[in-house]
């Protein structure tokens, strides 16, 4: 939790962003996230100066384990003064003891931020899904938080002027806008109608560029006139005789490679759920993406 001090900007943690939204695609399959195509609403999160804090925690704990389908599950919130925002102790269940930060009890608009990040640390429990590494895990845990329907409360939990600053989670602001994005074009969702922090906006705005430019990469038709002619240059080098298949580059996102003896195929990441895709090299290809089922238009 950044209080008062320097926030991190940009998308440093974008590969394991992306590497956390396949994996929630792979463990959950197709048919499992779309029963969360509707977020988390903010009536029903709302807490009030004049709400008993112990009650109304409890209330939006409730709500988070609706959300997020935990019917079984119960959650005894505490408060108490610690360097991290929320902790959980993952016990094998139903009760679980989630610890707030003491400074909740002043900012309670923000606790539905925080149990966000929480409850989904139980549900990844539960799903038995996790990445090696604390960090990685966390950043799985805001992403999923986020595409599932409740991370938006995340992001309206970042604050920033000149003499203050406040962000919760392990996301960069503009990360979690890129993960609501994928959420948004998904779903047809527009999460920005609830934002009450300014800054959510813009770093929203941020993320859904990037998210679009993940739909504008060859060899999707969507691709514009650049990346086409590089895919073009690209594509006469593989073809070349003996030209094997050519080393992975981080400036873009196909690789070209034989399908043994057969004809040269290109593989690409799905806009939506950054699986690879393979398809022949032949021109105009519809895919379809076998995980999150997007049908994708390629010229190839």
């Known amino acids: 939790m950044a209080n008062g001090g320097p926030v991190e900007h940009g998308f440093p943690h974008l590969e394991t962003v992306r590497e956390s939204i396949t994996a929630l695609y792979r463990r959950l399959t197709y048919d499992t996230v779309r029963t969360f195509s509707t977020s988390i609403a903010p009536a029903d999160v709302a807490f009030c100066d004049t709400d008993d804090l112990h009650l109304g925690a409890q209330r939006v704990a409730r709500e988070m384990v609706r959300h997020y389908r935990l019917p079984d599950a119960r959650l005894i919130i505490g408060f108490r003064a610690m360097t991290h925002a929320a902790n959980v102790e993952l016990a094998a269940g139903p009760e679980y003891f989630v610890e707030l930060n003491d ?58 002027d000149g003499a203050s600053s406040q962000k919760l989670g392990y996301l960069t602001p503009e990360e979690f806008g890129y993960v609501l994005a994928k959420r948004s074009l998904f779903f047809g969702e527009d999460p920005s109608v609830w934002f009450t922090s300014p800054q959510a906006y813009t770093a929203y705005g941020k993320g859904m560029a990037l998210a679009r430019r993940d739909e504008q990469q060859p060899p999707l038709t969507a691709a514009g006139w650049a990346g086409r002619r590089r895919y073009a240059r690209d594509r006469r080098q ?40 393979r398809v022949p090299v032949r021109g105009r290809v519809r895919a379809r993406c076998g995980l999150c089922r997007t049908v994708l238009e390629c010229d190839t």
């Open 103 to 160: 400074r909740f009890r002043a900012h309670r608009r923000d606790i539905g931020a925080a149990l966000a990040h929480e409850v989904m640390h139980v549900y990844l429990h539960r799903l038995g899904l996790s990445f090696p590494g604390t960090r990685e895990n966390e950043i799985l845990t805001d992403t999923a938080a986020t595409y599932l329907g409740a991370g938006w409360l995340l992001l309206d939990a970042f604050r920033e």
């Open 238 to 277: 593989a073809q070349e005789p003996h030209a094997g298949a050519a080393p992975a580059r981080a400036d873009v996102p196909y690789r070209f490679a034989p399908e043994g003896h057969g004809p040269l195929k290109v593989s690409f990441p799905c806009p939506t759920c950054r699986q690879r895709i």
